[in-house]
T-cell receptor, first 114, second 114 residues
Framework: AQSVTQLDSHVSVSEGTPVLLRCNYS??????LFWYVQHPNKGLQLLLK??????LVKGINGFEAEFKKSETSFHLTKPSAHMSDAAEYFC????????????FGTGTRLKVLA | DGGITQSPKYLFRKEGQNVTLSCEQN?????MYWYRQDPGQGLRLIYY???????QKGDIAEGYSVSREKKESFPLTVTSAQKNPTAFYLC?????????????FGEGSWLTVV
């Protein structure tokens, strides 16, 4: 079965320190992978996506993610956290064949401490 | 601006009442989706549609109904058969079928049972 696992439900960092949000996927096919951010009472906004063109993907607001096929991981990082980064983050996969359904992780809530 | 418009933002339902959430997109996308999000949880797929006049049940379709009479519109009806409808509902759209396509989200609608 295809699945996306976000390894941490909550992550706390101090402002100005690095952010690491972890995501692993399980798929019989090489998927397209996305990271989205959700602020309270809002929809999801795309941060970045991986579609096999390059393993290191840069997104908006200084975020980036690296696709590692050998580890089936797609972790999200940012060198220096800002207070405005506090939000819920979702890792999402879209299998390249089979079902047309997007597969969502359960989310990681990022807290940024002053 | 292109995007997805959901209305209303807040809706209250009385016991035994059907309510309809509106979703309109002007992105010219063929595929549209409805997701349910419970507080602190991830997204669960209710229904999706890859083309006009066709739609499929998602993982939690019981107690919900949809229609897709126009490409731009995908309304969701929460029927009285849905016993626990209080949640945040997200409408989304994407280009259909092809891998790597970004899924775009509306701002969401809160439904509360009173």
């Amino acid at each position: 079965a295809q699945s996306v696992t976000q390894l941490d439900s909550h992550v706390s960092v101090s402002e100005g320190t690095p952010v690491l949000l972890r995501c692993n996927y399980s798929s019989s096919y090489s998927p397209s992978l996305f990271w989205y951010v959700q602020h309270p009472n809002k929809g999801l906004q795309l941060l970045l996506k991986y579609t096999s063109a390059a393993t290191l993907v840069k997104g908006i607001n200084g975020f980036e993610a690296e696709f590692k096929k050998s580890e089936t991981s797609f972790h999200l990082t940012k060198p220096s956290a800002h207070m405005s980064d506090a939000a819920e983050y979702f890792c999402v996969a879209f299998p390249t064949s089979g079902t047309y359904k997007y597969i969502f992780g359960t989310g990681t809530r990022l807290k940024v401490l002053a | 601006d292109g995007g997805i418009t959901q209305s209303p933002k807040y809706l209250f339902r009385k016991e035994g009442q059907n309510v309809t959430l509106s979703c309109e997109q002007n992105l010219n996308h063929d595929a549209m989706y409805w997701y349910r999000q419970d507080p602190g949880q991830g997204l669960r797929l209710i229904y999706y549609s890859q083309i006009v006049n066709d739609f499929q049940k998602g993982d939690i379709a019981e107690g919900y109904s949809v229609s897709r009479e126009k490409k731009e519109s995908f309304p969701l009806t929460v029927t009285s058969a849905q016993k626990n409808p209080t949640a945040f509902y997200l409408c989304a759209s994407s280009i259909a079928g092809i891998s790597g396509n970004t899924i775009y989200f509306g701002e969401g609608s809160w439904l509360t049972v009173v």
